[in-house]
């Protein structure tokens, strides 16, 4: 029997309707850039190697697709060179060109060449395909798609706010909620990236970071700018990985936005290491999200957390984080925890800050079984949240009103935790998913002790829960449906109007994700 054709590992057919899709894609984006003035360019598949090596560093030079020349490429070689078996010296003796790796480095040799011909400042795009002799895996192919657009001639910073207003006409054309698009540079030894964000409310930055590795094991690095948090594991983990609608309450009250402005210092140990599957990350933070900063006082966070595999079947991690910082109180008292009720404390002059701890615990489980890969994930954290007395999420700005109480500082204890138990059935596109979700923001009141005449508390101090149910489908690695429901519980309170028993607020979401 004739054994059965196939592709490149890396490669991928497209269907008729997986190119109708993706035309459709390609062509929207090609009149959202015509009518913001972009001209589009073709650049060939190949480039002389001159012009591609050294552009990429160390590493992006050892992921080029170099191509042999044609004709005997051995006649100008000696024996001594071919026994050598040096494969970089040998390339560099019979291959002359190699596949472009992206479409910027071609896109500079051609304003170099055509500059007599080009009328600065000149906005290109392009679209087509580049090649990266990369590992292949989920969701990483050695073939693939790059939009680039790009301004040379120009210093404007007009230029950037233009990019960024166009990228947002592309997101509205395609009907998306909430779309990000991400630029990273890696060079082996300096990491950097931007991503932007546009959803309903407008447009903005997610991450604007800057990082040096060292240069001996790449394993330890210094950043700097707005990125993820090192607390727990839910923060890092990927919104397009998510197999609930929103992230966990207890992450969406306290961690909002996920980012922050800091630095941070990662150190790891060789991968050859006894405590090689150990990693530790700290930083300082501004403690405001990523709203604009309003003090000089800096957040500790730091995580020591743990990941390893198990044979070919499983994989585990842990990790325990801690989180030191102050919230700006406006006013000249702030309100703690007395009899179980709120008592206001003299804090002299206006401009104090009240403490914000948390620690948290955090673990993950995964393994492989008869009926597919099941993963257990769970997320535990408790400490001090300084709060408004109508929210218990922390005020992340300095300008909040000086009305008392409503605006002053309010001292509660919390604890917040949350489980994940997800199921990839078998070999097919679908999941099943279950999640339990709890957050007391107020330890010390419970039930009918929250809402009494005169003790200033009220909802804000009542637990709430979420058991979700949910399934996932993946028509491929860019398109998932989503379907969840939650079954939301509150902590009841005669005391409290409306929450006198559970509320009727059960939310069903069916979700159509895209991601590209």
């Given amino acids: 029997m004739a054994a059965k054709p196939s592709i490149p590992k890396g490669t991928r057919d497209f269907s008729p309707l997986e190119m109708a899709k993706r035309n459709y894609i390609f062509n929207t984006i090609r009149e959202v850039f015509h009518h913001f003035g972009f001209q589009q360019i073709e650049t060939p598949a190949m480039e002389n190697l001159s012009t591609l090596m050294g552009k990429y560093g160390d590493e992006g030079d050892k992921l080029l697709f170099k191509i042999q020349n044609s004709g ?183 961690f909002p936005d996920e980012r922050d402005l ?41 995580r020591l957390g743990a990941e390893k595999k198990i044979g070919n079947w499983g994989k585990w991690g842990a990790g325990v984080s801690y989180y030191n910082g102050g919230v700006y109180n406006p006013t000249t008292t702030a309100y703690e925890l007395q009899d179980k009720k709120f008592i206001a404390v003299d804090k002299g002059e206006t401009g104090t800050y009240m403490k914000r701890e948390y620690i948290g615990l955090d673990a993950q489980f995964s393994f492989k079984n008869s009926w597919g890969t099941t993963s257990l994930r769970g997320e535990g954290l408790l400490g001090t949240q300084p709060g408004i007395a109508g929210s218990s999420k922390s005020p992340n700005t300095g300008t909040r009103p000086a009305n008392e109480p409503e605006n002053s500082l309010f001292k509660r204890p919390f604890i917040g935790y949350f489980f994940y138990l997800v199921h990839d059935i078998g070999t097919t596109p679908f999941s099943a998913v279950l999640k339990y979700d709890v957050y007391d923001p107020n330890t010390k009141l419970k039930g009918n002790e929250i809402g009494v005449e005169n003790s200033l508390t009220s909802k804000t101090d009542l637990a709430q829960s979420t058991l979700g149910i949910g399934a996932l489908y993946r028509f491929n690695k860019h398109i998932r449906v989503q379907a969840y429901y939650e079954f939301n519980f509150n902590e009841k309170s005669d005391f409290v109007k409306g929450y006198e028993k559970d509320r009727e607020d059960d939310v069903f979401t069916l979700r159509l994700q895209y991601k590209f």
């Fill in 262 to 302: 800091g630095a941070m210092l990662t150190l790891r140990a060789k991968e050859t290491s006894p405590i090689g599957f150990l990693r530790l990350d700290a930083g300082l933070f501004a403690g405001n999200s990523i709203n604009r900063e309003t003090d000089s006082r800096k957040d500790f966070i730091g």
């Fill in 72 to 254: 005997d490429y051995f006649s100008g070689l000696t024996d001594e060179e071919l026994l050598s078996r040096n494969a970089a010296k040998l390339a560099s003796k019979f291959c002359e060109k190699g596949l472009r790796y992206d479409l910027t480095v071609p896109f500079a040799r051609y304003v170099v060449m055509h500059r007599e011909e080009i009328t600065f400042p000149f906005k290109r795009y392009q679209i087509q395909p580049v090649w990266r002799a990369d590992r292949p895996q989920k969701g990483r192919y050695r073939e693939f798609y790059q939009c680039d657009a790009d301004v040379v001639g120009s210093d404007s910073l007009l230029n950037e706010v233009e990019l960024v207003q166009m990228i947002d006409t592309v997101f509205n054309r395609f009907g998306i909620r909430r779309g990000r698009l991400k630029f990273e540079y890696n060079d082996g030894i300096g990491t950097g990236a931007v991503q932007i964000e546009a959803n309903d409310k407008g447009v903005s930055f997610r991450d604007l970071y800057i990082g040096i590795k060292d240069p001996w094991t790449k394993r330890c690095q210094l950043m700097a700018g707005v990125f993820n948090r090192p607390f727990g594991h839910e923060i890092g983990y990927s919104t397009s990985g998510l197999e609930s609608p929103e992230r966990a309450t207890i992450i969406q009250y306290f």
